[in-house]
């Protein structure tokens, strides 16, 4: 590829316009007139022909074409006539050995690596021959002093000529490289743009997660605590309906579902704060257990034992009130589809890794298969296996119901 080529018609035009337009036309003109003043007579016509055929040689293959110089094989036809022509005039008069400027000029410009190698070349025969006047050719001393001539001429244009290639292609590798970083950047600055998008995306799906994980939480807080106390009212207040014969019982009804009501309203304002329950506020969860154990049994009727086994710890806040969650929502189990149960049993146990929460009644019980479909079942669940948990149910017909949470027994700094 030339450096025309390289460089662009437009960028050729700007840069080097008067080289192309101007100096080849002007140094032909000052030495036609230097040959018109210093010859007379005898061959003036040849020279000025010559000279003639040399600019309109130039017009016509280079100054009016300048699509052809993106051409190689006709820019190498006209240097090459160019460079004959030269010849003959430098053979004729030395004074012509002005005119190679222009010449090497177009070897070193249009003609492209290593092609222009040869008609660098054939400028430095034209700039030895015109400086080689007065030597006998006719003699082996002459022509070795004319091929001095020209080595000494062709020797600093080729190493020129060598060492602007080393150029060009330094320059063409760093284009190339500067070319590669820009791309490289911009695949880069792409990159950060995309992973920019994917972590946006990632906050919100995150930030939907967080609400969708908290919608579920309040509703298993609201079904727990709000749900609960609401059923047990209706369970009093219905039975209260059934004693009104009985003031006595009708009072102790109403005292028991007005008490729940105030529970239930504790509950929840504490749930809307995101605290602990309260009971877990004030004691440990052992107690807490079997706090609500007790209130349960006054409300119901029905016997319900805690028992607590291995050396009591403390836990982490979520896993304690998974394990109270889980107890009320046995027991109100109990109460709504149990409620002719003799007595209900609660085992809290301490191992070594694990706590675990039993929750056994000898009611009717019922069958897994159809039944293991409730929220609060499925509320349950959900809260044990989120802190790593287990829960298990059985049941069958006749046989009383049986719940076992476990989860495992990591103190509070060892938290996440």
Not at 203 to 230: F, Y
Not at 237 to 259: F, K, V, Y
Not at 318 to 324: M, P, Y
Request: include cysteine; proline fraction near 5%.
């Amino acid at each position: 590829m030339t450096d025309w080529q390289l460089a662009g018609p437009a960028s050729w035009e700007r840069r080097l316009a008067p080289m192309v337009t101007v100096v080849p036309y002007v140094l032909l003109a000052g030495l036609t007139a230097l040959t018109v003043i210093l010859r007379h007579g005898h061959g003036i016509a040849l020279d000025l022909a010559l000279c003639a055929a040399a600019a309109v040689w130039n017009l016509v293959f280079f100054t009016v074409r300048p699509a052809w110089r993106d051409r190689p094989r006709i820019m190498g036809v006209f240097l090459a006539g160019l460079i004959l022509l030269g010849l003959i005039l430098a053979a004729r008069h030395p004074w012509f050995g002005f005119y190679t400027p222009a010449l090497y000029f177009y070897a070193f410009r249009i003609i492209g690596w290593p092609r222009e190698l040869y008609f660098i070349a054939g400028v430095a025969v034209v700039a030895g021959t015109a400086q080689a006047t007065g030597v006998e050719y006719d003699t082996w001393a002459g022509w070795l002093t004319w091929l001095a001539v020209v080595a000494a001429n062709l020797a600093p244009m080729l190493l020129v000529a060598w060492l602007g290639q080393i150029g060009t292609r330094y320059y063409e590798a760093r284009e190339r490289a500067m070319r590669e970083t820009q791309e490289a950047n911009d695949r880069l600055a792409a990159a950060l743009a995309e992973n920019a998008a994917l972590q946006d995306r990632l906050v919100e799906q995150a930030r939907l997660a967080g609400v969708l994980d908290e919608r579920s939480r309040m509703a298993r807080e609201i079904h727990d605590t709000i749900a609960q106390g609401l059923t047990g009212i209706v369970t009093q207040l219905q039975a209260a309906g059934h004693t009104a014969g009985d003031p006595a019982a009708w009072r102790r009804h109403h005292e028991a579902a007005t008490a729940l009501a105030r529970e239930s309203l504790t509950e929840a304002r504490r749930s809307v704060n995101e605290l602990r329950p309260e009971p877990l506020e004030t004691g440990r969860l052992a107690d807490a257990i079997t706090d609500a154990a007790a209130k349960w049994s006054a409300r119901q009727g029905i016997p319900a034992q805690v028992t607590v086994t291995g050396d009591t710890r403390v836990m982490r806040p979520e896993a304690e009130v998974a394990l109270l969650r889980t107890a009320q929502e046995a027991l109100a189990n109990v109460a709504k589809h149990a409620a002719d149960a003799g007595r209900v049993g609660l085992t809290l146990s301490y191992m070594d890794r694990q706590v675990a929460l039993d929750v056994r009644d000898d009611g009717p019980g019922f069958d897994l298969a159809e039944h293991t479909a409730g929220f609060g079942l499925i509320a349950m669940r959900q809260r044990i296996e989120a802190l790593s948990g287990t829960l298990q149910i059985e049941s069958e017909a006749g046989g009383g119901t049986g719940i076992s949470a476990c989860l495992p027994a990591e103190p509070p700094e060892a938290a996440p």
